[in-house]
């Protein structure tokens, strides 16, 4: 297809702006199909503070302005002038002081801005969703969710406003709240708060599948930790990682019901293409494969559907459990392995071999006599496309994102003994008619872009450099940009600063 021209961008802007029809959408749709999604480059950028100053933004396309959530030492909302997304200028600041909630994440939908607050009275308590006027910032509305509200979305047709609420507990486990989902209909903000009890039965049946419950739970429900949430286009499913518990969950929004979890299973690294580097003592970067499993323990998701399929899919970061009464996480050299099932167990806790390598501690002992008869570790050190209807994993990445970080130069060695990169985002955008992936490192300092218009066969377009420790990865369309050119926008907690990145036109 022909490059078009700026004007042309703008005049056809100007007519879908004018026009509410279906040629008007086909319009639009055009100019997203002169982009070439394997070239995005930096083309603005702007520092908001430092260690965690830059976590997630959401963009109001009435204002042109950008929501970042900013905890480096504050309590606040950083708001970003991005109608020139070039030169990117911090206008102002919403103070959460007064809401006794410190912020987890930002969404934006029609001229409203609502952020999930954490409680800063007990973090094991209740918390909230405030909800502001994108223009003037002025309060629309407070609602009680659950505890720890970690992530929120608007739906697509901003019907509903929904919470992952973490319920983690606290340091002596002496609170434990149960981990939920809130769903609040913004027609009269009425919220509706899930929680997972009704699973308990399945809880046998999900862990042999590879859905994990912690062996100092004292629940079901309070074990459940809620990360992230996508909604699908036509606002009736949620889908939503339980990244502690290794699972998805599945939300039928019309009956405000949870209808499904997804165990996730395990990853084997005993394979070539699954091959990883285990060691940040041998002063090499060494993919090989290693008798070890990875639990998926995703982070955040995001979907997309493909010939009339949904998909789900998923950052497969890892997390692991460390509090004063209990801790799930322990070095391999530490631990006593089957003699049987390795006899070369001596070799492999040298610190240049598997040593190292962070294991959960309470699994892994399948016969129950006090070694491990297999290693599981923290996350899949990749990302995986999901089918949505049934959770059977469709593609994973394999080692791809090691991979291609290290030849970027930006893979961090003393990270291989814990989980590599850990991809922490995962958004999935529409660029014409291909369906674009962007996937967050968060400790490799990039993204990466995919093409999965095909969920079997995704196709590697680039590996771009961003920030310290990217969080939060947004994207606008061009329909909605400032510069009716895509942007995505990348938040980095490491060094807060946020980065914004524009492909070139075909």
Not at 59 to 87: A, H, M, W
Not at 453 to 462: A, D, E, F, G, V
Not at 470 to 489: D, M, N, Q, W
């Amino acid at each position: 297809m022909k490059k078009v021209s700026l004007s042309l961008l703008a005049a056809l802007f100007l007519m879908a702006s004018c026009n509410n029809d279906e040629n008007s959408k086909n319009e639009e749709q055009e100019v997203v199909v002169n982009e070439n999604p394997a070239t995005f480059k930096e083309i603005g950028s702007i520092t908001i503070g430092g260690e965690a100053a830059a976590e997630i933004s959401a963009y109001c396309e009435k204002t042109k302005r950008l929501f970042t959530v900013n905890n480096s030492g504050t309590n606040q909302i950083d708001i970003i002038d991005l109608s020139d997304p070039s030169k990117p200028v911090k206008i102002g600041k919403i103070d959460l002081t007064a809401y006794e909630g410190a912020s987890n994440s930002v969404s934006v939908f029609d001229g409203k801005l609502a952020v999930a607050l954490e409680s800063t009275v007990n973090k094991q308590g209740n918390g909230k969703v405030v909800i502001f006027n994108t223009s003037d910032y002025s309060l629309i509305k407070q609602v009680i969710v659950g505890a720890l509200p970690d992530m929120i979305t608007f739906s697509p047709d901003g019907k509903y406003i929904m919470t992952a609420n973490e319920g983690e507990p606290n340091t002596d486990y002496s609170q434990d709240p149960n981990g939920t989902v809130s769903i609040i209909e913004t027609s009269g903000y009425t919220v509706t708060t899930l929680d997972f009890s009704s699973f308990a039965s399945q809880a046998e049946t999900l862990k042999k599948d590879g859905f994990r419950i912690s062996k100092f739970a004292k629940s079901f429900a309070q074990d459940i930790e809620p990360e992230y949430i996508t909604i699908s286009d036509d606002s009736k499913t949620a889908w939503i990682t339980l990244q502690e518990n290794n699972g998805v969950a599945k939300v039928d929004l019309t009956s405000k019901t949870i209808t499904a979890i997804y165990p996730l299973g395990l990853k084997d690294y005993n394979t070539a293409e699954n091959a990883i580097d285990v060691s940040d003592k041998d002063d090499k970067v060494a993919f090989n494969p290693w008798k070890v499993k990875g639990l998926y323990m995703p982070d955040a998701i995001s979907h997309f559907s493909a010939n009339n399929v949904s998909y789900f899919v998923t950052a497969n970061e890892g997390d692991a459990r460390e509090y004063a009464a209990y801790s799930d996480i322990k070095r391999m050299k530490d631990m006593k392995l089957d003699a049987a099932i390795f006899p070369d167990a001596a070799t492999l806790k040298l610190e240049t071999n598997l040593g190292r390598l962070n294991l959960v501690a309470d699994m892994g002992d399948t016969d129950g006599d006090g070694d491990l008869d297999e290693m599981v570790s923290f996350g899949a050190r990749s990302f995986s496309i999901w089918n949505g209807n049934t959770g059977k994993i469709v593609y994973d990445s394999k080692n791809d994102v090691d991979k291609k970080t290290n030849e970027l130069g930006t893979y961090d060695d003393k990270r291989s003994d814990d989980k590599g990169s850990e991809p922490e985002a995962v958004v999935v955008a529409k660029m014409g008619t291909q369906n674009i992936l962007f996937v967050g490192l968060e400790r490799s300092d990039a993204f990466m872009t995919y093409d999965v218009t095909n969920p079997n066969t995704p196709q590697y377009l680039q590996t771009v450099k961003t920030g310290d420790a990217p969080e939060g990865i947004l994207f606008i369309p061009a329909s909605k940009s400032p510069t009716k050119r895509s942007l995505l926008v990348v938040s980095s907690e490491g060094d807060g600063s946020i980065k914004i990145y524009q492909p070139d036109l075909k």
